[in-house]
């Protein structure tokens, strides 16, 4: 006879740590489905009817934020990917004096925390003339990711065989066709997983973005703290739409996380990248 | 290598990692030289900074919301490591201890899927459940417990642990992750070597995961030290530092006496202070890194 195996105290432990760790994914999603009558009167079931209307509302007011997000972070993260891999690539394989000492100088900024440039990035860019324009974020931000990147792709290219590149100089092929033709696609898998690093970390700012930018150009985060204030201020109208908002706000890193997360695991099964 | 082929090499180099120091020179290095030379100064953004030598850390000192700052910092760092240690750690070892590998790998994914909400959706959620009228208070009615209830974010006495507490249960997907790649490293010959002296359960996980999980207790233990000195967008956006100064850390002050009032010379001396406490743990951090190995 076979009998049903309870599971043990620990699972039991896990399962409710996930049930508890889900909770707020519960309450966005039941609450961005209620009509303001069903809101006001518990924010804790689940409604009888879904107001699927909230989404559009949301996706109106939040539209724009998103699509100044994602040419914010596209824009920046593909500039802080070439340039990082050019010095990288120098750095592991070029030879040209001084080399260690500006290495060194790119390390350090990985010691330098965001807070103690932000107000003077802030006030450069203000004189620069640049606030109100994506340039307010992208050119802090490809300047901001080098560090890090660098460090990570330099790591790699070390480790990149010298006889291929021998090979390729004989064929009297130059540096700049040995970089874009050899290594750069050769560091597609190791720039994923870089280049997700830096899009979930650019796509969260808040400081920055809430400092510099106007209404036209608001970045996703900007515009969701201020789409709640205005949720507060209308009474209870807005707030299915502001939960249908946070959902729609994760939708793109949803999207990212599983079609790139393939893509990345693929890169390190393969071996890749070896840390 | 002729004299001819060296330059043009150098200068390979050298234009492969223009466009890198570029941008660090323009966005990175010169802020960084305002920042700390703008610490000594009465910078204000409009009029040419004098110098003013050590004025401003002179005033740092009878300072009182930077001195309560200080005080909420150092509470801030003592719960965030209590919080970062264990429930990922106590998560970890339940999935350690599941009999199938594959049933670990469904646990541990459930455990990663909330990093795809935004960390400012987690800040704004927090700041709307704690509400007068949100859904701990209506919880907290609906089981009877309506004395409990509270203006979580208004009392000045416990806005401070609201913010701090948010993200229950708090098992952090990325901490977790570590400690389990930790107890993976432990090799099977050593489990096995101590289940046959009687370590099993409990006793194994004091007498053997602690000790061989160090070095993932003190990475998260500095990486959160560092991160919870930093943390100033959930007290921004969910008190701004109120009721009175109640929820005020010192980089949130030194953002606020810059972008409000304006006193960059000032802002930046609280900057590098903060910079250098900072500096000074991350330092200790690779010092311990290298005698390990």
Redesign the interface.
Known sequence: MKTVRMPSLGQLILILLIVLTMLPIYFILENSVKTPIDFAESTINIPLHFEWSNYSMAWSKINTPILNSVVIVVISVVFILLFSAMSAFAFAKLKFPFKNALFLLVFCLLLVPGFLTLIPLYLQIKKLGLSDSYWALVLPYIAGGQAFTVFVLKTFFEQLSNELFEAARIDGAGNRIIFASIVLPLSIPICTTVGIMNINGLWNDYLLPSLLLDRVHQTLTVALVSFESSAGSHGLSDYGGMMAAYILASVPLLILFSVLMRNFVEGIASGSIKM | MHFKDKTK??L???G??L???V??I???Y???Y??LS?AFTDWD?FNAPHFIGLDNFTRMMTDEVLGQSTINALIWVAFSIVLAVL?PFV?SE??F??KKARLQYV?RT??V??????????I??????YQGD??IN??LG?VGLDSWQQLWLGNPHIALYSIMLMG??W?SAFNMLIFYSGLQGIPKEVIEAAKLDGATGWKRVLRLDIPLSLPQFRLIVILTL?GSL?N??PPL?MTNGGPGYSTYVP?LH??NV??VNGE?GY??SI??I??VV??AF?ILNMRLVKSDT
């Open positions: 090499m150098a390979t180099g050298y492969f990692i466009p890198t120091f941008f660090l323009w966005f990175m010169y802020p960084v305002q920042a703008g953004g429930p998560v339940l999935i201890n599941v646990y459930l455990f899927i909330p990093i795809v909400i935004p960390g400012i959706v987690t704004l959620l927090w700041r709307f459940l949100g859904a209506q919880l609906m229950f249960p098992v560092v930093q100033i967008i956006v980089i030194m953002y810059s972008t960059f802002g930046m900057a590098l903060m910079f900072i500096l991350t």
